[in-house]
C-alpha cells in the first residue's frame, strides 16, 4: 500500500505536472548557476552540481542571483530541458519571472516546508491550479 502526504500552496503558474523530485537546500542562480542546453546546474558550488533538473519537479528555497533567471529558465523551456514543475519557498520577483517564462507548474506559500517533506527520488504531482501537491515516498512506489 503506498501512502500520500499531500502539500497545500499557493499557485504561481498554473497547470499539471508530475514527476521524480530533484531537491536541494541551496537557492539556484539562473545565469552562471545553469546551463539551459542540458538544464544542468553548473554552480561551482552548488550541492547538485553537474545533475540536470530537465523534467523533474525542482524544490528548492529560491531564486539567487540577477535577472539573468528569466532568460536562461526561458531557454530551457524552449531546448526541452525545463523542469516539470517547481516548488519553492521565497517569492521573489526574478523567479515569479522565471517561472512564468518557464511555463511549468510552480507553486509557493506552503502549509509545510516542501524541504522537510520532500526527497530526491520521491514522486510528486503537482496541481496548482488547485494548490495541492502529492508525494508519494520513492520506497511506497
Given at each position: 500500500m503506498t501512502s500520500t502526504t499531500v502539500l497545500r500552496g499557493r499557485k504561481v503558474v498554473g497547470g499539471v505536472a508530475e514527476g521524480e523530485a530533484l531537491v536541494t537546500r541551496d537557492r539556484v542562480s539562473g545565469w552562471g548557476g545553469i546551463d539551459p542546453r542540458t538544464g544542468t546546474i553548473i554552480e561551482t558550488r552548488h550541492?547538485?552540481?553537474?545533475?540536470?533538473?530537465?523534467?523533474?519537479?525542482?524544490?528548492?528555497?529560491?531564486?539567487?542571483?540577477?535577472?539573468?533567471?528569466?532568460?536562461?529558465?526561458?531557454?530551457?523551456?524552449?531546448?526541452g530541458t525545463a523542469p516539470a514543475a517547481m516548488l519553492f519557498n521565497d517569492m521573489t520577483t526574478k523567479i515569479a519571472l522565471g517561472a512564468v517564462v518557464?511555463?511549468?507548474?510552480?507553486?509557493?506559500?506552503?502549509?509545510?516546508?516542501?524541504?522537510?517533506?520532500?526527497?530526491?527520488?520521491?514522486?510528486?504531482?503537482?496541481?496548482?491550479?488547485?494548490?495541492?501537491?502529492?508525494?508519494?515516498?520513492?520506497?511506497n512506489r
Open positions: 550541492e547538485l552540481r553537474g545533475v540536470s533538473f530537465a523534467g523533474k519537479v525542482l524544490v528548492f528555497p529560491g531564486a539567487k542571483g540577477s535577472s539573468g533567471w528569466s532568460n536562461q529558465f526561458h531557454l530551457t523551456r524552449l531546448l518557464t511555463r511549468a507548474p510552480a507553486m509557493t506559500d506552503f502549509d509545510q516546508d516542501p524541504l522537510g517533506l520532500i526527497e530526491t527520488g520521491d514522486w510528486v504531482k503537482v496541481d496548482a491550479d488547485r494548490g495541492v501537491v502529492e508525494i508519494t515516498k520513492r520506497g
